[in-house]
């Protein structure tokens, strides 16, 4: 994890993309690209996103500002309960049971739902809980050429 000021310096130069892979734990792999923007420490780094392409359905909400939230700092969710506190780990919540890339590494051994929520997964509003294996989270520029 890079760290979200260090993430938030590299956005603020330019535009870029963020580009989520899934991996579930029968070997399947999805992946989804959106654009987005992320706003800095004063916002509780804000996140935006835009759907661009993509072999997973979305499960995270566009066009919404998402504050960032931990267990000891939440930031504005959909629901009274702090989502970090009840799934382990700082994401950008705006519902307690869309995503969780940052929670607890759960086997697919692990049953029940409360340990489920507790760990990584992919939930597309109207479609089924991916538990998944390991997740990649990264940014490139829209603008490649600036980079020559």
Known sequence: WLGLKKIYSITKQGNYLLRIELQDWRGN???????????????NFTLQLSRMSGSIPNAL???VELRFSTADRAGDTA???????NQLGGWWHSE???TNLNGKYVTP?????LERGKGLYWK???GRYYLLKSTK???HPTDLKSFD
Not at 29 to 43: D, W
Not at 79 to 85: V, W
Not at 109 to 113: E, L, M, T
């Open 96 to 98: 307690c049971e869309e």
């Open 137 to 139: 989270i990264m940014i």
């Open 29 to 43: 792999r999805r992946h989804i690209e959106y654009s987005f923007s992320l706003g800095g420490p004063s916002t």
């Open 61 to 63: 909400p566009e066009h």
């Open 124 to 126: 597309p509003k109207k």
């Open 109 to 113: 051994r692990s049953r029940g739902r």
């Open 79 to 85: 629901s009274n309960s702090n989502c970090p506190e």
